[in-house]
């Protein structure tokens, strides 16, 4: 399994601003995933993001909104964006397992609450 | 598609079992179940691939029926530690398109 830290682990943060969630790997892999978990709910995949290609959204999540940037194999950041309330979420960052199993491990989250 | 789960929840006194099913609409590659507790992230713990196997961990087991495109995550004489929010999750082609479920809330009472 991986050991994934995420920063800040807390935030609150006014309306039209911007904030950036870094994520960070100890070992390098090639696919990362950012999800979002709003209170009693399930996770959502926002993009996916692989080193030295641009993220892949699902449906419901744009790049101006949500950029991802992918530096090297142990890093990843998402920034949300011109935050409204609707954005207060917990944020999480995952990886997946080694071999061809596509196991994911996440990250402890960032819990973003905007006014 | 988000598949299906049922039930949405569940409460058991320490001992008893409980059976938690994830149904799709759709050819499933896979079905991963994961365990989170509340203000924790989830945890990995288990993935059953096509084939129609199944597979255990401690008392915690699984079955995946690919034909019928559903899986059932059975926890035998449940123990306290055992509560928290069970979420499968589904891709089809290879590990692609995965999507967690809503979520079954598990109780376990003392």
């Known amino acids: 399994s991986a050991v994934i830290s995420q920063k800040p682990s807390r935030d609150i943060c006014q309306r039209g601003t911007s904030l950036t969630i870094q994520c960070q790997v100890d070992?390098?892999?090639?696919?990362m995933f950012w999800y979002r978990q709003q209170p009693g709910q399930s996770l959502t995949l926002i993009a996916t993001?692989?080193?030295?290609?641009?993220?892949?959204?699902e449906s419901g999540f744009v790049i101006d909104k949500f950029p991802i940037s992918r530096p090297n194999l142990t890093f990843s950041t998402l920034t949300v964006s011109n935050m409204s309330p609707e954005d207060s979420s917990i944020y999480l960052c995952?990886?997946?397992?080694?071999?061809?199993?596509?196991?994911?491990?996440f990250g402890p989250g960032t819990r973003l609450t905007v006014t | 598609q988000q598949p299906v789960q049922s039930p949405q929840a569940v409460i058991l006194r320490e001992g008893e079992d409980a059976v938690i099913n994830c149904s799709s609409s759709k050819a499933l590659y896979s079905v991963h179940w994961y365990r989170q507790k509340h203000g924790e992230a989830p945890v990995f713990l288990m993935i059953?691939?096509?084939?129609?196997e199944q597979k255990g961990h401690d008392k915690i087991s699984a079955s995946f029926n690919e034909k019928k495109q559903q899986s059932s995550l059975y926890l035998t004489a449940s123990q306290l530690s055992y509560s928290g929010t069970y979420f499968c999750g589904t891709a089809n082609n290879y590990g692609q398109n995965f999507v967690f479920g809503p979520g079954t809330r598990l109780s376990v009472l003392p």
């Open positions: 070992s390098q892999v090639t696919m």
């Open positions: 995952s990886v997946e397992g080694q071999g061809a199993s596509y196991e994911q491990y």
């Open positions: 059953l691939l096509k084939g129609g």
């Open positions: 993001a692989n080193q030295g290609s641009e993220a892949t959204y």
